[in-house]
């Protein structure tokens, strides 16, 4: 069994449903710090969710060189930063009899691994520890510094996770140059795809505000259904971008629509409005809300609406990190991996307010959130072998 392997089963052993831990991070602290990372447990959220998070660190010498120099490392030889980034916790298992085998125990059928957060994302982790300590072992004196941000609300609010460690290193000047984030990206082969940014996305909760009446007396009362309809069709047909060479277009999509008593003879008092726009580097927050309001006054909407911003979109144009990846993917499994921004939102858009250059790469992601989530256990060491393959490209520059 390889070591990545095995550190994979050990986390899955860890029933660690958001926001529980359930000892992983200690796990890979006690990987780390033999290998001179000084590492940090940095506990947030309130005491009915209280999320870990780790912050580990190493600034360019292993333990054994400090010691023959009596000194630690000056971070002057270890100009650059990279990040591994990660998340410990996942999803609900889902009902336990419709798993072939127990999700956290790790199983084996056919040259599979089984076990929820086998794809997303416990094995990136397992092999981004492994690349560690084997460039270390390779080279103890790296020029670059390497960090770990792991979390246990990744697959929560996110609210305690990644953005408050964020928060703090900001608050203390760290520099981050390169940030690699372990989510699941590939399609069909490990490595043909990588996620170098992620769209933003934006809710909003529109409330059209009507008279609630007799549904045989509409002249006495207001219907609202009735009044944002109009609005709803421009809303629909209404171009907000037309994205870029790395993103597609802006989307405006309702996710729900809440109107009426449940009674057939009486009009509504007010329509709830649910939406969501996934948009570009090419709109702005503001830009999409100020055009929306625009449409619901030029209709004459009675409304309220309140707005959340899940996430600002974040581009890695193609450069140092972007490059070393993509050699690092072809020389190991002799793929071209494509650029991708498609997908949900990730951690990585808090981590890319300081860290310039972001990437995500993972296993293949088509079991993730599943019942009988899996990954392919031949799979592992040459993902290893590609995080590893990073770490040697980006110290030699």
């Not at 000056?74 to 998340?87: D, E, Y």
Request: charged share 15%; aromatic share 6%.
């Amino acid at each position: 069994m390889s070591s990545t392997l095995r550190l994979a089963e050990q986390l899955i052993a860890c029933p660690s449903v958001t926001p529980d831990d359930a000892g992983c991070q200690a796990i890979l602290a006690g990987r780390l710090q033999p290998l001179g990372f000084a590492c940090e447990t940095i506990v947030s959220g309130p005491e009915h969710f209280r999320v870990t998070n780790l912050w580990a660190k190493f600034n360019g010498f292993s333990p054994a060189t400090q010691a023959e120099r009596g000194q630690a490392a000056p971070n002057s030889i270890a100009p650059h930063t990279l990040v591994f980034a990660g998340h410990t916790d996942v999803v609900p298992t889902g009902p336990l009899e419709h798993w072939t085998s127990p999700p956290f125990t790790p199983s084996h059928r056919d040259g599979v691994l089984y076990g929820r957060g086998a794809a997303d994302m416990k094995t990136s982790i397992a092999a981004m520890v492994v690349a560690v300590e084997e460039f270390l072992a390779a080279n103890p004196q790296p020029k670059l510094s390497i960090a770990f941000l792991i979390t246990s609300d990744e697959e929560g609010p996110s609210v305690d996770g990644t953005a408050v460690v964020v928060q703090q290193l900001k608050a203390r000047g760290e520099v981050l140059d390169y940030c690699i984030v372990g989510e699941p990206t590939s399609v069909n082969q490990l490595g043909d795809m990588i996620k170098n940014g992620r769209r933003g996305t934006l809710s909003g909760k529109l409330t059209v505000k009507g008279v609630q009446g007799h549904i045989a007396y509409p002249h006495l009362a207001k219907n609202p259904i009735h009044a944002f309809a109009p609005a709803l069709a421009e809303l629909v047909a209404t171009e907000w971008d037309a994205g870029n060479a790395f993103f597609p277009a802006t989307s405006w999509q309702v996710s729900n629509v809440h109107g009426g008593t449940g009674a057939s003879n009486i009009i509504p008092g007010e329509l709830v409005v649910d939406f969501n726009f996934r948009f570009s580097t090419q709109s702005t927050a503001d830009s999409l809300k100020a055009r929306l309001e625009a449409i619901l006054q030029h209709h004459q909407l009675d409304y309220t609406l309140a707005w959340t911003l899940g996430g600002q979109p974040f581009l890695t144009t193609p450069g140092e990190l972007v490059q070393a990846v993509s050699e690092s993917i072809r020389a190991e499994t002799g793929l071209q991996t494509e650029l991708s921004t498609t997908g949900g939102t990730s951690d990585g858009r808090f981590i890319a307010s300081i860290c310039p250059q972001l990437i995500e790469f993972g296993p293949i992601n088509a079991s993730i959130h599943k019942i009988d989530e899996h990954v392919l256990v031949s799979s592992l060491d040459p993902l290893k072998n590609i995080y590893k393959g990073v770490l040697e490209r980006l110290a030699a520059l």
